[in-house]
């Protein structure tokens, strides 16, 4: 009876273990589960935030879901139409983003969405502040300013946790004979990736696990 007991308090706590190294592989490896496929949007002028972003064509599966997002603009350089025009994207994590990207502010971008101040058009003008296509923008409200100094003095390296808020990038794609100016934006989307576990545990842990596999192999076999 006890030798049965260790066996299933083993197996338990090797299934926690191989948990933790599998979350850790998700933290590390972009987050989020988006389509990889071209996905369509549809924009209004939103009171809560510069856009109202549609999302539609987006397969079954995923972090995001057909469905209304807040959305803003990280594009001053074009103007998108709004609907019932949408428009042909792939998205993105802000945690990933693509490599013409990369170099962005997005930790910038994640901090302002998790604490926001002011109207939408102040968050709007402190986002394009930090990321933008005109490198000659500026902002002009005094709360967006406020808001930028704020993330200038906690923002740095911040990282949506698990639950909190995080920045999807909408990426256009040519589809001719649509037009070529569409801005690219972003839309607020909950974060489920839980946080990276400390690095310097990772390899006790498979050792760890590894032995406890052995053990519950052994044992199960003995018997």
Same mark, same amino acid.
């Given at each position: 009876m006890g030798s049965k007991r260790n066996l299933a308090i083993g197996f338990v706590i090797l299934v926690a273990l191989s948990s933790i190294l599998v979350?850790?592989?998700a933290a590390t490896s972009g987050g989020?589960?988006?389509?990889?496929?071209?996905?369509?949007i549809e924009v209004s002028d939103g009171t809560e935030s510069y856009f109202n972003t549609?999302? $539609?064509?987006? @397969?079954l599966g995923y972090?995001?879901?057909n469905?209304?997002?807040?959305?803003w603009c990280v594009d001053t350089t074009a103007e998108m139409a709004r609907s019932p025009a949408t428009h042909a994207v792939k998205l993105?994590? $802000?945690?990933? @983003?693509p490599g013409e990207l990369a170099s962005e502010k997005w930790d910038m971008v994640n901090y302002i969405l998790n604490h926001k101040q002011g109207a939408a058009e102040d968050i709007q003008q402190a986002i394009?502040?930090?990321v933008h296509m005109d490198s000659s923008y500026s902002p002009t409200s005094t709360v967006a300013w406020a808001i930028v100094n704020d993330t200038l003095a906690n923002g740095n390296g911040f990282v949506p946790g698990n639950g909190q808020t995080?920045?999807?990038?909408?990426?256009?794609?040519v589809l001719l004979p649509e037009p070529t100016d569409v801005q690219i934006s972003i839309i607020e989307v909950t974060n489920t990736v839980i946080p990276e576990f400390p690095s310097f545990l990772i390899l006790p842990l498979f050792m760890i696990t590894t032995l406890l596999a052995v053990i519950v192999y052994r044992r199960k076999h003995s018997t």
């Open positions: 979350n850790h592989v989020l589960n988006l389509p990889s496929t071209i996905v369509r549609m999302l $539609s064509e987006v @397969p972090d995001v879901t469905g209304t997002y807040l959305g993105y994590s $802000s945690g990933n @983003p394009w502040h930090f995080i920045a999807v990038i909408c990426y256009p794609m």
